[in-house]
Nanobody, 127 residues
């Protein structure tokens, strides 16, 4: 049974930082790209960042470039999202997901390409 468990969310003031983690279990994810998405109240889920299976390539939404960094530890089946200079508009539920296609060198931003999703972790940024 595949499981993705996010952690690290919370309440932070604008300008602060948080580090999200996503621990995967149930199979080996080292050959699959992984991504982070978020959903704000009343809005659709949107792409945040993704990382290739080896970690050599990353993709970011324009809104988070220069502030967020995605990384992974394949030995621990874990992906991270370091979020700095947080803004109130970063508020939402953050989800990690696993790409359905193995060995993708350029991580995709399309949520439809991701097969497995975690339950999400709430991030709230106060102004």
């Amino acid at each position: 049974q595949v499981q993705l468990v996010e952690s690290g969310g919370g309440l932070v003031q604008a300008g602060g930082s948080l580090r999200l983690s996503c621990a995967a279990s149930g199979r080996t994810f080292s050959t699959y790209a992984m991504g982070w998405f978020r959903q704000a109240p009343g809005k659709e889920r949107e792409f945040v960042a993704a990382i290739s299976w080896r970690g050599g390539a990353t993709s970011y939404a324009d809104s988070v470039k220069g502030r967020f960094t995605i990384s992974r530890d394949n030995a621990k089946n874990t992906v991270f999202l370091q979020m700095n200079s947080l803004k109130p508009e970063d508020t939402g539920v953050y989800y990690c997901a696993v790409d359905g296609t193995a060995y993708r060198f350029i991580p995709t931003m399309d949520p439809l390409e991701y097969d497995y999703w975690g339950q999400g972790t709430q991030v709230t940024v106060s102004s």
